[in-house]
């Protein structure tokens, strides 16, 4: 084995391939095979390179002629998809290095993560192909790139919509749910990456090109371990100097460990350690992806400030006490507002019995013209008040209430910047199917108007809270 | 006024009318009358009494005529919805008696809630009108009765399944909530009150009553304050000693207290007294609606136990490792599996790759024949498991695995009892309208199977250590 010195590399090419082929495919629809996945993910996306298939049944799929072998492509391969059983990727590496690829991307799993001595073995080997060949392997175990700016997805009919959230996540799962969930929310992504056992291309190479990429404002980080602690310690400090760096480390209990099925390095096995790196880095930690993307959420749209007075305005007396409860929990304000904000309240409410003026603030868009953005620019001319909460529980409202509330809330495009960038909506309980529908047109009018949606009360709160105290600590510095 | 001493009533008749009467219903669509929105929920309920409409303009709705006062219906009422404008209220009182209802049930707002003195006189006078005559009050401010055995409701379209959880609610939107929200998850009703200002009946009378019913075997109660501290206290004792009773306190933190709007009593703002009164009474606090559901279900379903020792089994690596983590942070052991279980997991799965087989347990449902139901069989073979927790996070999975994982779900009818009792299942993470859509049919899987389904891995890990330490609890009485 070539001796082989891990460098900070220039990762474009991951994210541009001109041709792709992908290995493991059946023109049989009714058998499952795992690179269809990944092929109609592409297909879905619009990928506009070439696609090449390959399979050991000819056919065709999708109107794409299927291979026998990538040898028998009859064109220059960038990146090849492997979805075959394990066994069979040795041989695979060495036939796609002759086609001169770049990356070698294993979604096919049975490797290290399965902790026997022969999995290790064939892992290692694997990448002795790679890197001799002078290719790179992303993986084994992984959903590899969604790229939306260059038609590049994991999973079908994701947002086409780029943004600039960059994330690495060693689990495609929890990659899948950030790039489904986040651009339904209003975090769109420049780039995530999915990287699995990290046999070659790693954390720390990735949070390298994450921390340099231009594209890129926020970067997150799903990690359950790491092979060079020191490397990733310094890679994680470099990142979250130059950007907000969320990281949601999985195993850090000791069940959790256990299901990680990561033995892989010293830093590896310790919550404390971990933690207290992230800390003295100035990364963020949180608890699961929906806190991860809570938190993208504010640094993309919130203005950063250092302190969270908070008006709360929604619907619903109990739904304003839980939500101002979990507010009061996350030790952040809800100051009551003085006479004056009051009387100027009660001009745009007209006064009607059952609404609570003071904060938290019972809005029932009753009156047939809007009065939101009356009401956030009113709470937000109080000097007391940073941020305001519009809270909408869908669930438990009747018509003509939801209509009132979607009229309204369209206006809230009038919204001046310096207040939009005060903004937190919250769209929850959404229970049955219609509410369901109701809560995806609210979130397509905060996507035009340019706000961040939250789905928990206790999530926004934890959110804001979170981004406080980094504001803090940066005001500090 | 006659001096009042409250007794602990005998409420059957709040649940049994015969005939309904609904005040404040306008025949033209298109203006809001919120008697509407009660009517249309009788409606939808398809009670089988005798309904009366009221409203200031003659006319027809739904096929039945609209009166112009109560005291123009041909017919005795048992009890009247009223949703005419607060100062409306008093006159129409005394029609209501001329009438001989038992129950006055005010949706209208604009009382005591308010905090002003002349809005609080005139519910004491309403109070007043209704004890000297004979009636009782519930309310105002309030939705009122769900009581899906008699075909009552105060949302269109929730369950007509009976159950037997009680639900009292303070507020109304807690209530549709948890109507809503919960006979979805499994958790039907035996009946719900949302009782609002608590003028004349209140909190500690049905809480008495939810505590001798026969048909209520878990007592739910959403509460902001009380305005006779000591009876409450011993409601609440007696309840928690007969029945499973599970409080959610709105206003228990200082911003939440303010939003409550309730200046009732000497118990009514100490979170603290509170806790320590649920604690000392052997009830449960918990801090959302969720979180009461979450817990519900499990004295519904689950056996209990004292100690929860966990299997974990679902679909996805990354998903397992949050799952487990949340059990770990609730204090819950989710302990690996001996040889011999491994072994046998081994066979059932036909050892494929990827597959973790430790516990968590990795599932993907791929092959072509059921193996949920022996796996769950084969895991509380072992004595050191208590419970099962079957997950699947739909939004991070492709066809053919959620046809699969349709189709081995619906063999969990199969289990023997002692074993379903022991099986919780979670489903989440459904993002897109199919992933809801699939939720739903899953969903409905296990209301056949009598599963009870969660959302959200925090809130089981949460749920099933309250129950364990209430279990523990009892065993140690």
Not at 69 to 77: G, N
Not at 359 to 377: A, G, Q, S
Not at 439 to 446: R, T, V
Request: proline share 5%.
């Amino acid at each position: 084995m070539a001796k082989f010195e891990p460098i900070v590399p220039e990762f474009e090419y991951l994210f541009h391939p001109q041709s792709i082929a992908v290995v493991g495919i059946s023109s049989d629809k009714n058998r499952f095979a795992r690179g269809r996945w990944l092929l109609d993910s592409l297909l879905s996306a619009r990928f506009p390179g070439r696609i090449y298939l390959v399979g050991s049944k000819v056919g065709e799929y999708a109107g794409l002629p299927i291979y026998p072998s990538v040898k028998d492509i009859p064109d220059r391969l960038d990146y090849v998809i492997v979805a075959i059983p394990a066994a069979a990727t040795l041989q695979l590496a060495r036939d796609v290095a002759d086609k001169g690829a770049r990356v070698l991307h294993l979604f096919t799993s049975g490797f290290s993560e399965l902790g026997g001595e022969a999995e290790k073995q064939m892992e290692k080997q694997l990448v002795d192909i790679v890197r001799t060949r002078g290719m790179r392997l992303l993986g084994p175990n992984c959903m590899g790139i969604y790229y939306p700016a260059g038609h590049l997805a994991f999973f079908e009919d994701v947002s086409s919509t780029p943004g600039h959230f960059g994330l690495l996540s060693q689990s495609g799962g929890n990659g899948i749910k950030a790039i489904r969930l986040g651009p339904r929310r209003g975090l769109f992504f420049s780039k995530a990456v999915s990287y699995g056992n990290a046999a070659d291309i790693n954390e720390t190479e990735l949070l390298n090109y994450f921390t340099a990429d231009p594209e890129t404002d926020v970067i997150g980080m799903y990690i359950e371990g790491t092979r060079d602690g020191q490397r990733c310690a310094a890679a994680i400090k470099k990142a979250a100097e130059k950007k907000p760096l969320i990281v949601y480390k999985g195993g850090n209990t000791e069940i959790g460990r256990s299901a990680t099925l990561s033995h892989t390095g010293s830093l590896a096995g310790s919550g404390v350690v971990w933690s207290g790196l992230f800390k003295q880095a100035g990364a963020i930690e949180v608890d699961d992806m929906d806190e991860m993307i809570d938190l993208a959420m504010l640094f993309t749209y919130i203005v950063p400030l250092t302190r969270a007075n908070t008006a709360i305005i929604g619907v619903g007396g109990g739904a304003n006490v839980m939500v101002a409860e979990f507010w009061s929990r996350a030790g952040l304000a809800v100051p009551r507002f003085p006479l004056d904000i009051r009387e100027k309240l009660k001009a745009i409410f007209i006064s009607e019995a059952g609404f609570s003026l003071r904060n938290p603030t019972d809005i029932v868009p009753l009156v047939r013209e809007p009065i939101l953005t009356r009401t956030i620019n009113t709470v937000t001319g109080w000097e007391n008040i940073d941020y305001v909460l519009i809270h909408f529980a869908i669930g438990i409202t009747t018509e003509p209430v939801r209509t009132y509330m979607k009229q309204d809330m369209e206006t809230l495009v009038e919204l001046p910047e310096s207040v939009r960038r005060r903004v937190m909506v919250l769209i929850y309980e959404a229970i049955s199917p219609d509410d369901r529908y109701l809560a995806g047109e609210l979130e397509n009018i905060c996507h035009r108007v340019g706000l961040p949606v939250f789905h928990s009360a206790a999530g926004a709160a934890l959110a804001l809270s979170r981004y406080v105290r980094y504001n803090q600590r940066l005001s500090d510095c």
